[in-house]
């Protein structure tokens, strides 16, 4: 299984700014995806985040809003932009390999954003 | 749309006594399911997992669940909890074929010693 780190663990952000989230795999990965888990909900995903194109968003959310990059196989940034406190959010990061025609996925500690 | 469905949404119990958690989901085709867990204070990790074959599939720690395809099931069960066992647990499916993990709203269970 893949060990997965993020940075930061938690924030305390303005309203109007923009957060960066890195993840970070301990080995090279085919599948990684982030998500989100709003209080008292379960996850949601976000965007799968494709090493060398644009990230596959799912409807609801959109590139500008949640810009990704994933420069290689091991690493991969969110960012939430413009942020409002509706934004307040965990959000997790996961990594996969495609196994019999699914991806088994191991998650990240998360991201603890507060917007105010 | 594919959809996951977790009956107890808060689950209470003693050391010793037995649990069983709901896991529902609709889609037509062919799935793949999990159940994950979180501890207080760490990360999901994956309990166990069903692809094929026996739809009876062991887990970690003890854990166990049941795939009933006619039901659309595939609840969790262990037969003595510990208060070790004290966690927010989460069902997912997939569509094989996709990467996709749909997620229930997740049980919080609580045992107490």
């Known amino acids: 299984s893949a060990v997965i780190s993020q940075k930061p663990s938690r924030d305390i952000c303005q309203r109007g700014t923009s957060l960066t989230i890195q993840c970070q795999v301990d080995?090279?990965?085919?599948?990684m995806f982030w998500y989100r888990q709003q209080p008292g909900q379960s996850l949601t995903l976000i965007a799968t985040a494709n090493q060398g194109s644009e990230a596959t968003y799912e409807s609801g959310f959109v590139i500008d809003k949640f810009p990704i990059s994933r420069p290689n196989l091991t690493f991969s940034t969110l960012t939430v932009s413009n942020m409002s406190p509706e934004d307040s959010s965990i959000y997790l990061c996961?990594?996969?390999?495609?196994?019999?025609?699914?991806?088994?996925?191991?998650f990240g500690p998360g991201t603890r954003l507060t917007v105010t | 749309a594919q959809s996951v469905s977790q009956h107890n949404h808060h689950v209470i119990l003693s050391e010793a006594a037995s649990l069983e958690l709901g896991c529902n989901y609709s889609?037509?085709?062919?799935?793949?399911l999990f159940w994950y867990v979180q501890y207080p204070g760490q990360h999901l990790q994956l309990l166990l997992k069903y692809f094929s074959g026996d739809p009876l599939v062991k887990g970690i720690k003890g854990f166990e669940a049941e795939f009933i395809k006619s039901k659309f099931s595939f609840n969790l069960r262990k037969p003595s909890v510990q208060w070790s066992d004290t966690a927010e647990y989460f069902c997912?499916?997939?569509?094989?074929?996709?990467?996709?993990?749909?997620f229930g709203t997740g049980t919080r269970l609580q045992v107490f010693p």
């Open positions: 997912a499916v997939n569509a094989q074929g996709t990467d996709k993990l749909i």
């Open positions: 996961s990594a996969g390999e495609p196994n019999r025609g699914s991806s088994e996925q191991y």
């Open positions: 080995s090279q990965v085919t599948m």
């Open positions: 889609y037509g085709g062919t799935v793949n």
